[in-house]
């Protein structure tokens, strides 16, 4: 995905405003949705998929944050928020729900410009993960054009559904994702009842890749949140450390 041509979905109750930002995001070749409706966007978000969200935070239906907060449950597309609520507060619990970046108003169309191009740049590095045949981290290889997993040379064998999991992991490697990512990235629902398969998988998956599955260095767990998978320095240097 390309910066150029990127779809922003603009969610502002604010009339001229989210004109405003529509005219100039079209104007620099983006393609823009725009609603005012806490409701209506978490329906455009899951009907069109957009590329990038610019949210408002005081909504006149459902909240920002809730907006916030459900887009990341199942998804990690950026979010920058756009609010005239500027304390540390409101930002730090933003951040927490989840959004990437928070513009406080009255703002210049040239910032939230420059900080929509850095979001899309960032998430063209991390999308740029999924198109690599081969990933090597330390002494594991996985080979995603084969299927095929390595640890210090040997095969390892992995379910369907243990392998499936290892390559979410590897593709968004360096990346938070929380439990209710993974839950509708390997069965399509981030439902409740899966949620103790997911530890299991998780569990097993240790069992078969890290040296020391009760200290794991590959898959990290956030207390709270979900699971984040060492970047290749972070992990080949824990990993090479673990060795005898």
């Known amino acids: 995905m390309a910066s150029f041509g990127a779809t922003i979905l603009v969610v502002e109750d604010e009339p001229e405003l989210a004109g405003a930002l529509e005219r100039s995001l079209m104007a620099h070749g983006y393609r823009v949705q725009s609603t005012g409706s806490g409701e209506e966007a978490l329906a455009l978000f899951s009907r069109t998929h957009p590329d990038l969200v610019l949210l408002d935070l005081l909504l006149p239906d459902v909240s920002g ?63 740029g993960h999924s198109a690599e045949e081969q990933v090597r981290i330390g002494p594991l290889v996985v080979d995603l054009g084969s299927r095929r997993v390595l640890l210090n040379g040997h095969d390892v064998a992995l379910t369907p559904t243990e392998y499936e999991l290892l390559r979410i992991f590897v593709t968004h490697r360096g990346k938070l994702l929380t439990r209710q990512m993974l839950l509708q990235m ?6 409740y009842d899966r949620m103790h398969s997911l530890h299991v998988y998780v569990a097993q998956l240790r069992q078969k890749i890290e040296p020391r599955p009760g200290e794991p260095r590959l898959i990290l767990t956030i207390p709270g949140v979900g699971y984040r998978f060492s970047d290749e320095v972070e992990a080949a240097r824990e990993l090479d450390s673990s060795e005898p």
């Open 65 to 127: 944050l809730e907006v916030c907060r459900r887009i990341r449950a199942v998804s990690p597309t950026p979010i920058i928020v756009l609010s005239v609520k500027n304390s540390e507060h409101d930002k730090v619990e933003a951040l927490d729900l989840g959004a990437d970046d928070y513009v406080a108003k009255p703002f210049g169309i040239a910032e939230v410009l420059a900080r929509i191009r850095v979001a899309l740049r960032r998430l063209e590095r991390q999308n």
């Open 186 to 191: 390997l069965w399509g629902a981030a439902s």
